[in-house]
């Protein structure tokens, strides 16, 4: 992907095969307890096609294609049925590797504006959340597209 570029919520390069412009399109997942991403290219010359894949975060540009192609959303939870669960929720921003402050940025967020994230991210925090007990919504993000 060093020689991608972004188009859109496309990614383009040239095939490996033939040189012609292969697409490639990104999709993310949640999967159990972590998310997945993939990246699904095809040449437009020789129809060669390739799959990469990976576990976590994903790097920058294939973010940014993805975000341009399904949005972000926003986490809420409610805040005066948060705060008594402040301590919990704390952990788990720190258990996903949050330092302190940004475990209490993330809390503060929650129960504010939300958090933004994409589909898939703002999934698997939600899951983690009601987990811990917290009762949260996930709604589209009007400016994210």
Do not use: Y
Request: glycine share 12%; with cysteine.
């Amino acid at each position: 992907m060093s020689e991608a570029e972004l188009i859109g919520h496309e990614l383009i390069e040239p095939c490996a095969e033939c040189g012609a412009a292969a697409v490639g399109v990104v999709t993310e997942a949640v999967d159990g307890d972590r998310l997945a991403w993939a990246v699904s290219t095809r040449c437009s010359g020789c129809g060669s096609a390739t799959e990469l894949d990976g576990w976590g975060e994903m790097p920058a540009m294939l973010r940014t294609a993805l975000v341009a192609r399904v949005g972000l959303v926003r986490l809420r939870a409610d805040p005066d049925a948060s705060r008594p669960l402040r301590r919990c929720l704390l952990g788990e921003f720190r258990k996903q590797g949050d330092t302190i402050d940004e475990a209490v940025s993330a809390f503060d967020a929650l129960i504010g504006n939300g958090i933004l994230g994409t589909p898939a991210e703002m999934r698997l925090l939600a899951g983690r959340l009601t987990a811990a007990g917290a009762t949260v919504s996930v709604e589209p993000h009007a400016s994210s597209r």
